[in-house]
C-alpha cells in the first residue's frame, strides 16, 4: 500500500494528525469527527511510512468491542495481520501483563478474576466476620469504597481515616478483603489495573523492558481514563514514547467511575511539547441529527466548547413516540425494525441503546415474538447467568482449590448439607488463622473439630472437588466442562426444578459446552494452560465476544457499551426522568451533566436515523410508575423532531359524550362500551366513560370509584367485564 493511499479519506487538520512527525499528540474533538479514524490511520502510517515494528506499538481503548473494531480497522488500512500486537482495553492489557509476568506481581499462577458479583458476596462474608452491619455497611457501599481507592491507586497503608469511625471501619473492609484476596489468589477489576501499575513501580528491569519497547502510546476515549489509568500510561510512557490521546470532553460518562477529564488538562502539562489538534467535521451523521445533538449538549456548562458541523443533508428528522407502557414501546421500536429488515435492511445496522439493563428483557422478548435475531453488548451476558457460575465456579476450584469465591459459591450449590453454621466455623478459622476456606476445611477436619454429619458433607464436597481434578487433567476442555456440570449436580439440581427457567438454565448449561468446544485459545495466552484461558476469558470477555459475529442480528446495548461506536438507525429508549436521567442523577445534582453526556453520546451514534421513546407507564425493577418525558426531549429544538402520533386516534373529551350511542358500536374494537362496568386487578370497580385508538393502540378511560379517571390500554390493562 502507498502512502498517500493512508491519507486517501482524510481531511486536512486529519492528515496533519496522522502524518505528524513522531511526538506526542492530543486530538480533542466531538463525536463522529473521525477520532478513532485518525488514531488506526496513525498506527498504519508508523509501520508504514516510520518503519516503526507493530511489536513497539501499543494501543488502547474502552471496549472489548471498539478494541476488535480497532484491531480490524488497523488490519484494513495497513493490509497485514497484526497478531500479536498489543491492542486492547487496558484491563485486558494490564491482564496480560500480569499473566505473563505473575510471579513480578506478586499473584500465583493460577490467578483468577473476580468479578463484581463475587466480590460482593466476599464483602459480605467479610462483614460478617468483622460484625458489621449491613445495614450500616451495604456490601455495595464497600465495594464502591474499595474499587475507588484502587483507581486512585490507594492501598489500605496509604489511607489515612482521620477520626471518623465509618471510615476507619470501611478501611477495616478493605484491609480484610485484600488479604483474602491474596490468600485466594484473586484479583478484582480494579486490582488488575493497580498491580499492573505496581509493577512498573516496583520492578524498574521490567518497567526499562517494556519503555524500550513501546515507543509509541494511543489511547481512544482518554475522556473516560481514570487516575490509575492515566498513571500507568505516564510511567510506562517515560521520557521518550510518544503518546497520542484522543478524546472529547462531552463524552465523558464515566465520571461516576473516578474517570477524570481533568487527565485531558493534566496531560498537556506532562507532555509539555504534544500538539493540540481539533477536528470540526462530522462525518457521521445526517444535519438533523447533528444539530440536534449539538444543541442538547450545549445546556452543559463548563465545556471546552466546540461545535460540529457537517456537509451532510439534512435528513429526516429525529422520530419521538410517545408509548403507552413498556411493552407498546417494544413493540413499536421492533415494528420499525421489522420495517426496515422486510425492505431489505441489515439488522445489525439497527441499534436499540437503553440506560439501564434492566430495560432490555421487554425489548428481547418483543424481538423474539417477531422472530428477529439480536445480541446483547454488556448486561445480562452469557458468563454472568447463575448457572454459568456456578459451573464456573466448580472449574475454577479445580484449578485452585484456594479460590475462596469459588468455594464460597459452590460449597453447598446443589445443596450437600453443608449448613451456615458449619460455614461460619469454617470463615472464622479462615480469617483468624489466615487460611484460605479449602485450607481451614482441612485443619478442621484435621482437628475433628467438624465432626458427624457436617464433617462428611464436607469432606463429600472435597472428594468430589479432587476427583474431578484427577479425572479431567487430560480431558479436552468441552469434556471437562460436561463432565463438571454432570459430576457436580448442578444439571440434576435444575433437572429436578422443572419449569421455565430451570429449562433455560439447563439450556446455558449445555451452552457452556459449547463455549468450551469452540473456545480459542488467544495467542497471549497460550502458556496458560486452556482451563485457565478459558477462565479467564470468561471472566473479562463476560458475553461481549460471545455472541456469533457472523449472524445478522438487532444490537442492543447500555448507552455506555455504545461508545465509540455507530449504527445507520438507532433507538433509544425509556427516555423519561427517572430513567435517563436516572433517579440517581437526579438526586444528585452534579450528576445531571454527565447523563446529558450519555444523551449526547446516544444521539451521536446514528448515521442516518434516529427514534426516540419514552412511556406513560412503565414496569421495571418489579414496580409501575407513571413517568414523564426526560427533560433531554424537552432540549432538543422542535425543528429537528417529528412526533409520532397514534394513526387512529379519536379523542373525544368526556363530558362531550354525545356521540355515546355511535361509540359503543364502534367500541367492539375495544371490547367495552361506554358506560359498562369493569374491574381491574389495582385499581378495583369503574364504569367506561371513553375509549380511542384502535387495535393493539386502544384505550379507554374509566372512571374507578376510589381512583378517579385513568386512561387504560385495553391489550394490557386486564381488564374485565362485571
Ligand atoms: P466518536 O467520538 O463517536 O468515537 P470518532 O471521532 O472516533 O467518533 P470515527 O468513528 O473515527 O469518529 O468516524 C466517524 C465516521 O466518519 C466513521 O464512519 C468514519 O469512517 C467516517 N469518517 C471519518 N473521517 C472521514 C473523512 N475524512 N471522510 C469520510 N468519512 C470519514
Ligand atoms: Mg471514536
Known sequence: MDVSSLLDGLNDKQREAVAAPQSSMLVLAGAGSGKTRVLTHRIAWLMQVEQQSPYSILAVTFTNKAAAEMRERVEKVAGTNMGRMWIGTFHGLAHR??????????LPQSFQILDSDDQVRLLKRILKSLNLDEKQYPPRQAQAYINGKKDQGLRPK???????????????????????????????????????????????????????????????????????????????????????????????????????????????????????????QNYRSKGNILKASNALIANNPERLGKELWTDEADGEPISLYCAFNEMDEARFIVGRINDWYEK????????????????????????????????????LRFFERQEIKDAMGYMR?????????????????????????????????????????WQACLRLLDE??????????????MDLIVTLQEETQDMALYRMTDTVIQASGLKAMYEAEKGEKAHARIENLEELVTAARTFEMPEELEDMGELNAFLSHAALEAGEGQADAFTDAVQLMTLHSAKGLEFTMVFMAGVEEGIFPSKMALEEGDRLDEERRLCYVGMTRAME???????????????????????????????????IRLKAQVSTPMANNRFSAQKSAVANDTGFSVGQRVHHPKFGDGKVTNFEGSGAQARVQVNFSDFGSKWLVVAYARLEAR
Request: hydrophobic fraction near 40%; charge should be neutral; glycine fraction near 6%.
Open 97 to 106: 501483563l500480569l499473566r505473563t509476568h505473575f510471579q513480578d506481581a506478586g
Open 158 to 280: 496509604h489511607i489515612d481515616a482521620g477520626g471518623f469511625p465509618i471510615e476507619q471501619n470501611l478501611l477495616k473492609i478493605y484491609q480484610v478483603y485484600q488479604e483474602s484476596c491474596d490468600r485466594a489468589g484473586l484479583v478484582d477489576f480494579a486490582e488488575i489495573l493497580l498491580r499492573a501499575h505496581e509493577l512498573w513501580l516496583n520492578k524498574p528491569h521490567l518497567l526499562a523492558h517494556y519503555q524500550e519497547r513501546f515507543k509509541h502510546i494511543l489511547v481512544d476515549e482518554f475522556q473516560d481514563t481514570n487516575a490509575i489509568q492515566y498513571a500507568w500510561i505516564r510511567v510506562l510512557a517515560g521520557q521518550t514514547a510518544n503518546v497520542m490521546i484522543v478524546g472529547d470532553d462531552d463524552q465523558s460518562i464515566y465520571g461516576w467511575r473516578g474517570a477524570q477529564v481533568e487527565n485531558l488538562h493534566r496531560f498537556l502539562r506532562d507532555f509539555p511539547t504534544a500538539t493540540t489538534i481539533r477536528l470540526e
Open 344 to 379: 431489505g435492511g441489515n439488522l445489525s445496522d439497527c441499534a436499540i441503546l437503553y440506560r439501564s439493563n434492566a430495560q432490555s428483557r421487554v425489548l428481547e422478548e418483543a424481538l423474539l415474538h417477531k422472530g428477529l435475531a439480536y445480541r446483547i453488548y454488556g448486561g
Open 397 to 437: 476450584l479445580i484449578s485452585n482449590k484456594n479460590d475462596d469465591a469459588a468455594f464460597e459459591r459452590v460449597v453447598n450449590t446443589p445443596p450437600r448439607g453443608i449448613g451456615d453454621r458449619t460455614l461460619d466455623i469454617l470463615r472464622t478459622t479462615a480469617r483468624q488463622q489466615e487460611l484460605t476456606l
Open 448 to 461: 475433628k473439630v467438624l465432626a458427624g454429619r457436617a464433617a462428611s458433607a464436607v469432606r463429600g464436597f
Open 609 to 643: 436515523k434516529l427514534y426516540i421513546t419514552y412511556a406513560e407507564s412503565r414496569r421495571i425493577y418489579g414496580r409501575e410508575d407513571y413517568a414523564r418525558p426526560s427533560r433531554f426531549i424537552k432540549e432538543i429544538p422542535p425543528q429537528y423532531v417529528d412526533e
